[in-house]
């Protein structure tokens, strides 16, 4: 959403009164828990200063996206935001970031630990119903974890590399 950071629409017939600027990220990818829709996290690209505060590149909300906190934690060595993708019932999220390998967290993103057998910068997307399903598509390859993200195991190749995922 580039300079405007977002917006929640509480009624999708009336403009949102305000856009948010805290944290103040350019959104690359956002996503909510199905079974816990107040629990929002967004990714992007944030490092730049609001109000002589250096700014992140990542945000959670409890609250269905009306007020965000700033993530402080992020994976070592990425660069930009690139996907992220929140389980079913809120409590892991799995992130895909410019610049470093995939990783999950089971803290709302105050940790952070490198995801196994994904490749660097993959799609990744949630299961909507189950909280410890993952899945992940990189050169070809479709990439199933059942433990939350730890661990992902290719379960299809020959896909187009182009391929992308949405789970539903």
Do not use: C
């Amino acid at each position: 959403l580039g300079d405007i950071y977002g917006f929640t629409h509480t009624d999708i017939d009336v403009v949102p009164d305000a856009f948010f600027n805290n944290p103040s990220i350019a959104t690359t990818s956002i996503d909510y828990a199905e079974l816990n829709p107040s629990f929002v996290y967004r990714v992007g690209n944030g490092g730049g200063e609001l109000n002589h505060v250096v700014q992140k590149n990542s945000g959670s909300s409890t609250d269905g996206g009306l007020t965000w906190t700033m993530n402080w934690n992020e994976p070592a060595n990425m660069t930009i935001g690139g996907q992220v993708a929140v389980g079913a019932d809120g409590q892991n999220i799995v992130w895909s970031p410019i610049g470093t390998a995939v990783h999950y967290s089971s803290t709302n993103g105050s940790t952070w630990s490198p995801s196994s057998g994904l490749p660097d910068e993959a799609a990744v997307a949630s299961d909507r119903v189950n909280p410890d399903s993952f899945y992940g598509a990189s050169g070809g390859s479709f990439y199933v974890s059942t433990d939350s993200g730890q661990n992902f195991s290719a379960t299809v190749t020959g896909l187009p590399g182009t391929a992308q995922i949405k789970a539903v």
